[in-house]
C-alpha cells in the first residue's frame, strides 16, 4: 500500500503542486535507476511472481488449431455457420462474404499426467509442459484489427497513448537488473502467416516518464540502440569520456544546486553499464551444448528459440518484464500448412524455455504467458481463418498459478467465449495481482484522471490462481 | 530530505492556514473531484442517493435520507463531514473506491463549512476578467511582476536578482528561436551600453525567420502533426505543406483567431486562397488506418472521437474523450455534447478504411511550372485517348495497336508526372453525414438520437443563426470574445514555455481535475492581453520583456525549503531542451546546422532496421544525403510507430493524439544518444575541426573557444584541467593507434579535414564529446 503520506503527498493534498511533476519526481527518486524498488514501497499482498515473460504470438493465433479443441465445428465443415453465431456480430475481412464453418485443421491429443487437450502441432510442449500448463480457452477482447488488438493487449486500452504493461510493472516495482532496462523486447518473425507491423507503441511508456519505456533489444546491428561506441572509441576511451562529464557535472552542481544534475550523472553510469552489460547478456558462448540442444539453437540467430533462452538470461539478470514476440500467426489462407509451420517455429522453444527455467528453480517465481492479440475465425476465408475477436485462447505458466488444467470455454463451435470469461482487462489484473499487486491500486494520473492498466474494469480470475 | 520530512514539509506549506479563509475553487473543488465526483458529479448516469457535489444546489439541499450534505457554518449537521470521518461502512469514499481524505483535507472541509461554505463556480469556465494593472513604479517594470511580486511578498520570498547577460541571451535564444546565440551574438549582447539593449535582442529573435519554427514545433504536437498515418501499416502521408504553413503564419505572425479559422475551417471561408486550403488539412490530421479488414463504421467512428479530442486538447484545455462512451465524471461535459462537437466535423469528406497508400483527398500543390507542364501532358493524354477510342470505334482494334499504345504511354507520363508534383492532403466539404450519439461508445448501437452541431451548454453560446452550424462557426466560437477557455488555455501553455510551468500547472487540462492557477489574476490579465488582439508575438515580448523572466534561475537553500517547485517564481525555471533542440543545438555548435527551410521531411541518420516491424509496405529508411542531413529536427520525418529515436529518446510524442504536456525524462538512453549516435559524433569532430582550424593556437585557448560555441562563455580553470587531462592522454593513445582515429573521424558523412593530424583531431573529438554530453549544454537555464 501507499503510505498515508505519500497517498497524500500524490493525491490532492499537495493541491497547487503540479501533481504529475511531483508523481514523476517521487517515481524519479523511488527508481533512480539503480534501485529495485519500484513507485509502490510495499506489495498490496505477498506476490508468487516476480518477473513476466510474456511470448505473444503475434498476428492473430488460431485457437482451434492449438488450444480450443472443437470437435463439432468439424462435423459443420463447409456448411453455413448458424445464424445464431454470427448475427449482428463484428467481422473483418469476411465482411459480406458467405460465412461457412471450418473444420480443425490438426486433431488434438491429451498430454501429461493431466491429460490436458492440446493440438499435435505442440509435441515438445505437451510432452514436456503440459503439467505445468493453465489454459485460458474463454479470452475475448475488443478490436478485431491487428493494431487496436495489439495496442489493448498490451495497454489496456484501443485508444493510443497509454502506457504498456511492462512499462507499469517496471513503474510499479521498479528492477532489480543492475545494467539492463527493466523492460526489454525481443521480437522474431516467421516464414508462414503474413508479418503483420508491430508498433514501437506496444511498448511505449506512454504517459509514465520514458525511463519506463520498454527497450527492443535488436537481432541485428547494436543490439540497443547506441549501445555501442563510435568507431574507433575503446571502451577505456568512452569511461574517460563519461568521467570527465561527470567531472565537470559535479562542478556546475556546486554553482546551481540541481537535483537534475546528480540524475544525469546517474543515468550516464548506467548508460555505461548497458553498454558493457548487454554485450555480455548476447555472449551465448557461456551455455553449455545441453542448454544449446535443449532450445535447438546456437543463440544470437534471432530465431523465436533463441530469444526464448535470450528471455531466461534476461530473467536471470533481474529483467521485470520481458516480451518474446513472434511475428507469424496471420493465418487468412492455408491454416493447415501455415499453423503447422508456426507452430514449429515456437514450439521447441516455448517448452525449452519452460523446462530451463524450471530446472534453475525459477519457474515457481516467474509467470510465463503465451499469448495473442485475438483468435482466428471458425469460418473459412478461403482454406484460411479471418481475424476473431468473440474467443481465443492463452496460457500461463509458472509463478502462482495451476498447472495442468483449462479454464472457460468457448461455445461448441469455438465462436463466442461463453464460460468463464475472461476479458483482456482481466486478464492484466490476473498477472498484476500475481506480482503483488491490487490493479485498482497501481494508478498514474494524467490529464486528471487516475488511470491504470485495466482502464476501468478487469477481475482477477481466482480459479486459475495456485 | 527524506521523502515524509519531504511530504510534511508539502503539506504545512500548501493546506491553507487554520483561520485563513479557505477559498472553494483553490482549496475545496478539488477534494471534492478528485474524491466524491465519480459518484456525485456531472456523470448523469452514476449520481448516487440524487446528491451531487458539482453543484452548490444538490450538496447544500436536504437528500431523501432527509440528512444534508453541506449546512454552511453548521460542521455537526454537516452529513458530508460524518460520512468523511465516520469508522463504519457509512464510510465516504467507500473502501472500493480506493480513495479516503487525508487529516489534512477533512482539516480544510471542516473550515470551510465553519466559515460559511462559500461557493464558487469553477474558474475556468468563468468570464475572464479585465483586469489592468499599472505599471510599476520602476522604470520598465512590466505589469506581469506587479502580481508575481504581491504573492511573493504574500509568501514572504523576494525575486532573484536578474541573471548575466549570456545566462539571458543564452535563455532568450533558445526561448524564442530553439538554438543557441552564436560567440558574436554574446559579445555584441554583453557589449550593449544602450538601455533598451536586451529589447533589441528580443526584437532581434522575434523577428528571425527560426522564431516560426520553434513556434511550430509547440504547436505541431498539439495539432498531432505527423508524416505518417499511424495505424497498423503507418504508410506515409504527405502533408509537409501544412507543417510548413504553420511556420509561415507563426513568423507571418498571423492573428491567433485567424490562425484558428484557417486550420479548422479554411477551406470554408469566402473564396479560400492555396494557403488556406492547405491550413485546414488540419483537420486530417488524426490517425487514418489502412488495414484490411477494418470495419468502415468503427474507423469513422474513431477518427471522429479524436477529432474532439483534439480539439478539445488544442483549443479548450479540457479533456473530453471520457464523454464518447459517458458523461464526464469531473466536469459538467455530457456524452450528447461530446458528439454534438463530432458533428461539427461530419461535412469532411474521409475513408473509414483507406486503400494501400490513397490518403485522399490531395490538394496538388504544383510551382508554376509544374502546373504548365501538367497541362501539357493532360492534354497529350486526353488526345491520344480519344484518337485510341475513335480508332477502336471504327476498327475495333486490339491493345497492340500503336494508336492504343500511344494512348497508353500518355496517360502513364502524365500519371508519372503527377506523382512528382507536391500535395497535402486536404479537407473537403461533403454534405454532413448523420452523427449519432453512441450508447457507451458502441459503434455498432444506432440506437442513439442523431445530433447537430453544437457547443457545451455549460458555456456562452455562439450566435443564432439558421442552419446548421459549421466548421467556421466552431472556429468563430473558439476565439469568441466571451469564450473563457481559449484565451487562458493558450495564455498559460506560452507562460509554460517561457517559465517552464504552467501558472495552472496542468496545461492539458483546465477542468475540476486540473489545478487552479496560482496567480489566477495574472493570468486573466494575460488571457485578457491575449484576446485583445490575438497579436503572439506581441504576447510572447509582454512575457519575455517582465523581470520575471529575466530573474537567475539559480535557487538558494531557503528558496528550496520554502517553495520547492518554484510555483511563486522567486527564480526562473532550469529544463532540459526539448527533443528537437537538443539535435539542434549540437548542429548549432559545430557549424553543421542547415538553416534551409521547410520542405518535404528530412531523413538525418536513422539506425539501420529500426524500421523492420513496418509493413504493407515494408520498407527501409534511406540517410538523406548533403545538407538534409543537417536539418533542425523539426524537420525530421515523423514517423509515429517508430519515431526517430534521437527524438524518441528525449520524449518528443509521437503525435499519435493532441499532446499539450510533454513529459520530460532523464534516462540512460538520453546518454547513449548523445555519447554514441553518429549525428552527435559527427558533430562533435567537426566541431573539433573549427576548434582546431579556428579556436587559437594553445589549448588554453581552444578550450575557451569551443565552450563559448556551445555554451557561450568561456571554460573555468578547473574545467579545463580535467579536459587537458583527456586532451593529453587521448592524444597519445590515437598516436600510436591511427586505425582508431581513423576509424572515429569517419563517422558521418562530411568528410574530414585531411590537412589536420589525424590523432590530434580525434582526440579533441573526444573533448567536444564531452563538451556535447555535459547537462549545461542539454539544459535551458
Known amino acids: 500500500m501507499f503510505s498515508p503520506t505519500r497517498r497524500a503527498f500524490l493525491g490532492r493534498t499537495a493541491q497547487g503542486v503540479g501533481s504529475v511533476a511531483l508523481a514523476s519526481l517521487l517515481a524519479d527518486r523511488a527508481l533512480s535507476a539503480d534501485k529495485a524498488s519500484g513507485v509502490l514501497s510495499e506489495l498490496h499482498h505477498p506476490p508468487k511472481a516476480k518477473r513476466v515473460i510474456w511470448l505473444y504470438m503475434a498476428g492473430g493465433m488460431t485457437h482451434l488449431e492449438t488450444f480450443d479443441p472443437k470437435p463439432k465445428l468439424a462435423e459443420l465443415h463447409g456448411k453455413p455457420m448458424p445464424e445464431s453465431f454470427t448475427k449482428g456480430q463484428q467481422i473483418a475481412q469476411l465482411q459480406g462474404a458467405k460465412l461457412n464453418a471450418y473444420a480443425p485443421q490438426h486433431p488434438f491429443k491429451k498430454w501429461g499426467k493431466s491429460g490436458l487437450d492440446i493440438s499435435t502441432l505442440f509435441p515438445h510442449l505437451g510432452e514436456k509442459c503440459a503439467d505445468d500448463l493453465c489454459v485460458i480457452r474463454s479470452m475475448h477482447t475488443d478490436a478485431i484489427n491487428h493494431d487496436p488488438a495489439h495496442t489493448l493487449m498490451n495497454t489496456g486500452s484501443m485508444i493510443p497513448g497509454r502506457p504498456s504493461a511492462g512499462a507499469w510493472l517496471w513503474y510499479g516495482l521498479g528492477s532489480e537488473a543492475k545494467d539492463l532496462p527493466g523492460f526489454t523486447v525481443l521480437v522474431s518473425t516467421g516464414k508462414y502467416g ?273 | 530530505m527524506t521523502r515524509s520530512a519531504f511530504a510534511i514539509l508539502l503539506v504545512a506549506g500548501l493546506a491553507p492556514a487554520a483561520g485563513k479563509p479557505v477559498e472553494f475553487n483553490r482549496d475545496v473543488r478539488p477534494i471534492l473531484s478528485d474524491n466524491c465526483y465519480a459518484c456525485h458529479g456531472p456523470d448523469a448516469r452514476k449520481v448516487k442517493a440524487g446528491l451531487r457535489f458539482d453543484q452548490e444546489k444538490s450538496a447544500k439541499a436536504a437528500t431523501k435520507s432527509g440528512s444534508t450534505a453541506i449546512v454552511p457554518g453548521d460542521v455537526k449537521s454537516s452529513e458530508l463531514l460524518a460520512r468523511v470521518t465516520a469508522t463504519d461502512d457509512s464510510h465516504m469514499p467507500p473502501a472500493e473506491s480506493g480513495k479516503k481524505l487525508t487529516k489534512e483535507q477533512i482539516a480544510t472541509l471542516t473550515r470551510w463549512i465553519e466559515q460559511g461554505a462559500k461557493w464558487e463556480d469553477h474558474w475556468a469556465f468563468t468570464p475572464i476578467k479585465q483586469i489592468e494593472v499599472a505599471s510599476g513604479k520602476e522604470q520598465g517594470t512590466s505589469p506581469i511582476d506587479s502580481f508575481v511580486q504581491s504573492k511573493l511578498a504574500e509568501k514572504g520570498l523576494k525575486p532573484s536578482p536578474e541573471a548575466d547577460r549570456v545566462t539571458l541571451l543564452r535563455r532568450l535564444s533558445f526561448d524564442l528561436i530553439g538554438l543557441p546565440p552564436t560567440p558574436a551574438e554574446v559579445d555584441a549582447f554583453v ?207 486490339a491493345a497492340a495497336d500503336p494508336v492504343v499504345k500511344k494512348s497508353v504511354a500518355a496517360t502513364k507520363a502524365r500519371d508519372d508526372f503527377q506523382r512528382t508534383i507536391p500535395k497535402t492532403i486536404a479537407t473537403i466539404t461533403v454534405k454532413p453525414r448523420p452523427i449519432r450519439v453512441l450508447p457507451r461508445g458502441n459503434w455498432m448501437d444506432d440506437s442513439g438520437e442523431v445530433v447537430e452541431p453544437g457547443v457545451p451548454a455549460v458555456l456562452p453560446q455562439p450566435a443564432k443563426k439558421a442552419g446548421r452550424l459549421t466548421r467556421l462557426d466552431l472556429a468563430d466560437w473558439l476565439v469568441a470574445k466571451d469564450n473563457p477557455l481559449t484565451a487562458r488555455v493558450l495564455a498559460n501553455r506560452l507562460w509554460k514555455l517561457y517559465f517552464g510551468a504552467g501558472l495552472a500547472r496542468k496545461t492539458d487540462d483546465l477542468g475540476s481535475q486540473g489545478e487552479p492557477p496560482t496567480h489566477p489574476e495574472l493570468l486573466d490579465f494575460l488571457a485578457s492581453r491575449l484576446r485583445a488582439d490575438w497579436d503572439l508575438k506581441k504576447f510572447v515580448k509582454l512575457l519575455v520583456m517582465s523581470g520575471t523572466y529575466r530573474q537567475s534561475s539559480v535557487t538558494t537553500p531557503e528558496l528550496r525549503e520554502k517553495d520547492p517547485f518554484n510555483l511563486w517564481l522567486a527564480r526562473q525555471g532550469r529544463w532540459r531542451l526539448d527533443a528537437e533542440m537538443v539535435r539542434d543545438n549540437a548542429l548549432a555548435a559545430s557549424g553543421l546546422l542547415s538553416k534551409r527551410m521547410g520542405g518535404p521531411p528530412a531523413h538525418p541518420y536513422q539506425p539501420p532496421g529500426y524500421w523492420s516491424f513496418l509493413n504493407f509496405p515494408a520498407r527501409e529508411w534511406k540517410n538523406d544525403t548533403g545538407e538534409n542531413l543537417y536539418r533542425r529536427g523539426l524537420y525530421t520525418h515523423w514517423q509515429r510507430q517508430y519515431l526517430h529515436p534521437a527524438l524518441l529518446a528525449f520524449d518528443a510524442p509521437t503525435r499519435e493524439e493532441c499532446t499539450a504536456d510533454r513529459v520530460r525524462s532523464n534516462t540512460p538512453l538520453q546518454s547513449l544518444v548523445l555519447l554514441n549516435a553518429p549525428e552527435f559524433v559527427e558533430a562533435a569532430r567537426v566541431f573539433a575541426e573549427e576548434v582546431l582550424t579556428t579556436g587559437g593556437a594553445t589549448s588554453d585557448e581552444r578550450l575557451d573557444f569551443a565552450f563559448r560555441k556551445a555554451l557561450s562563455r568561456a571554460a573555468k580553470p578547473a574545467e579545463k584541467e580535467t579536459l587537458t587531462e583527456l586532451l593529453t592522454k587521448h592524444r597519445e593513445q590515437f598516436r600510436t593507434d591511427a586505425k582508431a582515429a581513423k ?29 556535447l554530453n555535459l547537462h549545461a549544454s542539454v539544459t535551458r537555464n
Not at chain 1, 537481432?219 to 562529464?245: C, H, W
Not at chain 1, 545441453?290 to 523465436?304: N, P, Q
Not at chain 1, 531466461?312 to 521485470?320: D, I, N, Q, S
Not at chain 2, 563517422?747 to 582526440?763: H, V, Y
Open chain 1, 194 to 466: 503474413q508479418s503483420q507491423p508491430i508498433a514501437a507503441r506496444q511498448w511505449h511508456s506512454g504517459f509514465l516518464p520514458g525511463k519506463f519505456q520498454g527497450v527492443h533489444l535488436r537481432g541485428q546491428g547494436d543490439p540497443v540502440l547506441y549501445v555501442r561506441n563510435p568507431k574507433g572509441v575503446t571502451a577505456g576511451q568512452q569511461q574517460d569520456v563519461i568521467d570527465a562529464v561527470a567531472k565537470l557535472n559535479r562542478l556546475e552542481n556546486e554553482a546551481v544546486d540541481d537535483p537534475e544534475i546528480a540524475t544525469r550523472i546517474s543515468q550516464y553510469e548506467l548508460a555505461f553499464r548497458m553498454q558493457t552489460g548487454v554485450p555480455d547478456l548476447v555472449d551465448f558462448t557461456k551455455e553449455d551444448a545441453k542448454t544449446l540442444e535443449l532450445y535447438g539453437t546456437k543463440g544470437g540467430d534471432g530465431s523465436f528459440a533463441s530469444n526464448c533462452l535470450l528471455a531466461r538470461r534476461l530473467a536471470e539478470r533481474g529483467v521485470r518484464f520481458i516480451q518474446v514476440y513472434h511475428r507469424d500467426w496471420d493465418h487468412h489462407g492455408a491454416v493447415k500448412d501455415h499453423s503447422a509451420g508456426t507452430a514449429k517455429e515456437v514450439d521447441q522453444g516455448v517448452a525449452a524455455l519452460l523446462t530451463d527455467l524450471k530446472q534453475r528453480d525459477m519457474l515457481k517465481d516467474t509467470l510465463v504467458v503465451f499469448g495473442t492479440e485475438f483468435g482466428r475465425t471458425p469460418m473459412a476465408q478461403g482454406n484460411g481463418r479471418d481475424h476473431h475477436l468473440a474467443g481465443f485462447s492463452v496460457w500461463l505458466a509458472g509463478g502462482g498459478v495451476k498447472g495442468g488444467i483449462s479454464y472457460g470455454a468457448t461455445d461448441e463451435l469455438g465462436y463466442h467465449a461463453v464460460e468463464d470469461k475472461v476479458h483482456v482487462n482481466d486478464l492484466h489484473a490476473t498477472m498484476l495481482h500475481l506480482l503483488g499487486i491490487d490493479h485498482k491500486k497501481l494508478t498514474y494520473k494524467f490529464q486528471g484522471r487516475d488511470f491504470r492498466l485495466t482502464d476501468i474494469a478487469g477481475e482477477v480470475v481466482q480459479k486459475v490462481l495456485s
Open chain 2, 191 to 397: 557589449n550593449d551600453q544602450s538601455a533598451n539593449a536586451y529589447e533589441k535582442v528580443v526584437d532581434r529573435l522575434l523577428a528571425s525567420p527560426q522564431y516560426g519554427e520553434r513556434m511550430a514545433a509547440f504547436w505541431l504536437d498539439l495539432a498531432r502533426y505527423a508524416d505518417s498515418v499511424g495505424y497498423h501499416g503507418d504508410q506515409e502521408v504527405s502533408v509537409w505543406p501544412y507543417r510548413d504553413w504553420v511556420v509561415r503564419a507563426l513568423n507571418a505572425n498571423m492573428r491567433f483567431d485567424q490562425f484558428t479559422r484557417e486550420q479548422l475551417a479554411g477551406d470554408l471561408l469566402p473564396t479560400p486562397t492555396l494557403d488556406q486550403k492547405i491550413a485546414a488539412g488540419y483537420n486530417r490530421l488524426g490517425m487514418m488506418s489502412a488495414e484490411g479488414g477494418v470495419q468502415p463504421k468503427e474507423y469513422l467512428a474513431k477518427y471522429a472521437a479524436e477529432r474532439v479530442r483534439a480539439v478539445g486538447g488544442a483549443w479548450l484545455g479540457l479533456t473530453t474523450g471520457c464523454c464518447e462512451c459517458h458523461d464526464h465524471k469531473f466536469d459538467p461535459l455530457s456524452a450528447t455534447e461530446f458528439y454534438r462537437l463530432e458533428a461539427f466535423f461530419a461535412d469532411i469528406q474521409e475513408r473509414g478504411l483507406y486503400g494501400g497508400e490513397d490518403f485522399s483527398p490531395y490538394l496538388p500543390l504544383p510551382t508554376d511550372a509544374q502546373a504548365k507542364k501538367q497541362a501539357e501532358l493532360d492534354a497529350t493524354a486526353d488526345k491520344a485517348a480519344k484518337t485510341a477510342a475513335g480508332s477502336r470505334a471504327v476498327f475495333g482494334i
Open chain 2, 743 to 771: 576509424e572515429l573521424l569517419a563517422t558521418g558523412a562530411r568528410p574530414a579535414n585531411a590537412k589536420l593530424d589525424a590523432a590530434e583531431l580525434a582526440a579533441w573529438t573526444n573533448v567536444t564529446r564531452a563538451i
